[in-house]
């Protein structure tokens, strides 16, 4: 049994970014899967915010994917996940942050909500929040697209950092919407990007173990409706 356990569900985004890291630094850990327990006791006392992941390494416990990214880059063993230079590790960082604030709420958080999780749910999405979401994500692709034609394979440089990882889950997710499928096909360079990272080995360890949760209703999302959805 392995020290090192990743609590969360199956297909949420950020979670796959750990798993992914994870993986590619070959850490052997167990997952344990909250869904079933999200927003009660054992999850709330891992995670005072109610969100996933949770990374528990013998009696270190840490919430914030990007805290628990660096520290398995740094803490386990396998090439380095971070680049050299101090200004690209502040590109590094400029990219996760930039997931965060641009490219998760609009695609994950907005997007695939109304157009994947809510659907499974037998709830009608909510067009407007799929229109103001759009527009955001057309200028989040554009900026993505422009720094990868410019680059030389990866976000940084020609192999992937961290912020490849960060960025990989959320732009599968918006592959799997309608709208997100017609706005890659004019992005060749995030298309092949995609494609170089879906060959990795990690990556494909980690979409074989999530593949079987892919269009299962997510029980617990049930509220986020109240809870998650922008009313304009
Ligand atoms: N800032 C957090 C965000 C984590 C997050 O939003 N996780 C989502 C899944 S992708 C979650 O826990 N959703 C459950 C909920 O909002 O109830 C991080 O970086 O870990």
Not at 149 to 162: C, E, N, V, Y
Request: hydrophobic share 45%; charged share 20%.
């Amino acid at each position: 049994m392995s020290d090192v356990i990743l609590y969360g569900f199956p297909i949420s985004t950020y979670v796959n970014v750990a798993r992914l890291v994870l993986t590619q630094k070959g850490v052997d850990y167990e997952f344990c899967n909250l869904a079933a327990e999200m927003g009660q006791s054992r999850h709330l006392k891992l995670h005072p915010f109610n969100r996933v992941p949770i990374l528990q390494h013998g009696d270190v416990e840490l919430y914030e994917t990007a805290a628990i990214a660096i520290y398995v880059d740094e803490q386990f063993g396998g090439a380095s996940l971070q680049p050299d230079s101090t200004l690209l590790r502040a590109r590094m960082h400029q990219w996760i942050s930039a997931l965060s604030s641009y490219y998760y709420p609009y695609i994950a958080f907005h997007l695939s909500h109304e157009r994947l999780i809510y659907p499974n749910l037998g709830i009608a999405p909510d067009e407007k929040v799929v229109a103001v979401a759009l527009p955001k994500i057309a200028r989040a692709l554009e900026v993505m697209e422009r720094t990868l034609q410019a680059g030389s394979g990866f976000l940084i440089g020609d192999r992937p950092t961290l912020a490849d990882f960060f960025l990989l889950p959320t732009m599968t997710s918006l592959s799997l919407t309608p709208e997100g499928s017609q706005m890659l096909n004019g992005k060749p360079a995030i298309v092949a990007w995609s494609q170089r990272m879906g060959a990795l080995p990690s990556v494909m360890k980690v979409r074989a173990e999530v593949a079987p949760f892919i269009g299962k209703p997510l029980e617990h999302a049930r509220t986020w409706v109240d809870t998650h959805r922008p009313r304009y």
